[in-house]
């Protein structure tokens, strides 16, 4: 079987020790892991494959001979990287949002759009976390009837912030038990036992960042470049797993029963939809594996052409680093 060369640039955060893991999982085909970070995190060794690896500090020499990068760095470095990347001769398959809305970069998520990221030109991006979860829940229903309208709020878990947010939501949670004041430091508020309506700066009209990448994103990915997508995000006190409601309008009114077959049928998704049985799709249920489960698929009560649901799913595995080995795969097929 070929092999390639395999890096992951930002190999130490959350999302680049998930894409480790999920490269180990899904057996693809590496010959040779480079696992690249800051020069402070140079010359820690982990575990591949049984192997000791050892990190690397991350410069321009560092890509020649590589095949495929994976990106899981913030903004500044993937645009740093980005130009030594492509003259290496790699793919650079890149989580951050640098290249998303980039005309020539395709935005995929592969059960969904996977066609686009043969048309690269040396970068594919990885969606938004959100927006990879609610649109692999929606696009069976897209594909019964164009969506004209969505209303999301998503409902996203500290984990998104990276290891800090999980370290500060538990911290929170035990000085409070304690009977003691605390200081926010990752969020900018109180995490536990409180909701903050508010992920990213403002950015249009009142919406922030954040909310406005599942109308940008979701436009691309879903090839709907008029659809209208008024967001709300919040970030709750949950460990893992992000969790988001949709109502949408279609161009023909979709029954509940077409929409729950077609949902059952799509690639990526699993219905859960029992309400009398308290069967819908919850955080808990939905960690540590790539599926997003979709369920309370209702009527919208307010435009016969309408519909809501309930999907959640493990944004640092699907909404990140699963989705990211899922395009390696389609770039670099099993010989």
Same mark, same amino acid.
């Given at each position: 079987?070929?092999?390639?060369?395999?890096?992951?640039?930002?190999?130490?955060?959350?999302?680049?020790?998930?894409?480790?893991?999920?490269?180990?999982?899904?057996?693809?085909?590496?010959?040779?892991?480079?696992?690249?970070?800051?020069?402070?995190?140079?010359?820690?060794?982990?575990?591949?494959?049984?192997?000791?690896?050892?990190?690397?500090?991350?410069?321009?020499?560092?890509?020649?001979?590589?095949?495929?990068?994976?990106?899981?760095?913030?903004?500044?470095?993937?645009?740093?990287?980005?130009?030594?990347?492509?003259?290496?001769?790699?793919?650079?398959?890149?989580? /951050?949002?640098?290249?998303? @809305?980039?005309?020539?970069? #395709?935005?995929? &998520?592969? =059960?969904?759009?996977? $066609?686009? *990221?043969?048309?690269?030109?040396?970068?594919?991006?990885?969606?938004?976390?959100?927006?990879?979860?609610?649109?692999?829940?929606?696009?069976?229903?897209?594909?019964?009837?164009?969506?004209?309208?969505?209303?999301?709020?998503?409902?996203?878990?500290?984990?998104?912030?990276?290891?800090?947010?999980?370290?500060?939501?538990?911290?929170?949670?035990?000085?409070?038990?304690?009977?003691?004041?605390?200081?926010?430091?990752?969020?900018?508020?109180?995490?536990?036992?409180?909701?903050?309506?508010?992920?990213?700066?403002?950015?249009?009209?009142?919406?922030?960042?954040?909310?406005?990448?599942?109308?940008?994103?979701?436009?691309?990915?879903?090839?709907?470049?008029?659809?209208?997508?008024?967001?709300?995000?919040?970030?709750?006190?949950?460990?893992?797993?992000? /969790?988001?409601?949709?109502? @949408?309008?279609?161009?023909? #009114?979709?029954? &509940?029963? =077409?929409?729950?077959? $077609?949902? *059952?049928?799509?690639?990526?998704?699993?219905?859960?939809?029992?309400?009398?049985?308290?069967?819908?799709?919850?955080?808990?249920?939905?960690?540590?594996?790539?599926?997003?489960?979709?369920?309370?698929?209702?009527?919208?009560?307010?435009?016969?052409?309408?519909?809501?649901?309930?999907?959640?799913?493990?944004?640092?595995?699907?909404?990140?680093?699963?989705?990211?080995?899922?395009?390696?795969?389609?770039?670099?097929?099993?010989?």
């Amino acid at each position: 079987m070929k092999t390639y060369t395999v890096a992951i640039l930002g190999a130490t955060g959350a999302v680049g020790q998930e894409m480790r893991k999920i490269l180990e999982e899904r057996d693809f085909p590496v010959g040779e892991l480079r696992l690249l970070a800051s020069a402070r995190s140079a010359g820690r060794e982990v575990s591949f494959r049984g192997r000791t690896v050892t990190i690397r500090e991350a410069t321009e020499e560092a890509f020649q001979g590589v095949d495929l990068v994976l990106g899981a760095a913030e903004n500044d470095i993937a645009l740093r990287f980005a130009p030594a990347i492509r003259a290496a001769g790699a793919v650079f398959v890149d989580n /951050s949002s640098a290249f998303r @809305l980039d005309p020539q970069v #395709p935005l995929v &998520v592969p =059960e969904v759009n996977g $066609a686009d *990221a043969l048309k690269n030109e040396g970068i594919v991006a990885n969606p938004n976390c959100s927006t990879i979860i609610t649109v692999t829940a929606v696009a069976a229903l897209n594909r019964l009837s164009p969506i004209r309208t969505m209303v999301a709020s998503t409902y996203q878990a500290v984990s998104g912030a990276g290891t800090g947010g999980i370290a500060e939501l538990r911290q929170q949670v035990t000085e409070l038990e304690a009977g003691r004041e605390v200081t926010p430091k990752v969020f900018s508020h109180q995490i536990a036992y409180n909701l903050i309506p508010q992920i990213g700066g403002e950015q249009y009209e009142g919406y922030t960042s954040e909310e406005m990448k599942l109308q940008n994103e979701g436009r691309k990915i879903l090839h709907r470049p008029e659809m209208a997508v008024s967001c709300t995000c919040v970030r709750v006190p949950v460990v893992r797993s992000h /969790s988001i409601s949709v109502t @949408l309008t279609f161009d023909r #009114p979709i029954s &509940v029963e =077409e929409a729950r077959a $077609a949902i *059952a049928a799509a690639p990526g998704c699993r219905l859960t939809d029992d309400l009398k049985a308290g069967v819908y799709p919850m955080p808990l249920d939905t960690s540590d594996q790539d599926l997003v489960f979709v369920g309370r698929i209702r009527p919208d009560l307010t435009n016969p052409k309408g519909l809501t649901l309930w999907c959640c799913g493990d944004q640092i595995r699907k909404g990140a680093a699963t989705n990211a080995v899922q395009i390696a795969e389609l770039l670099f097929p099993r010989a």
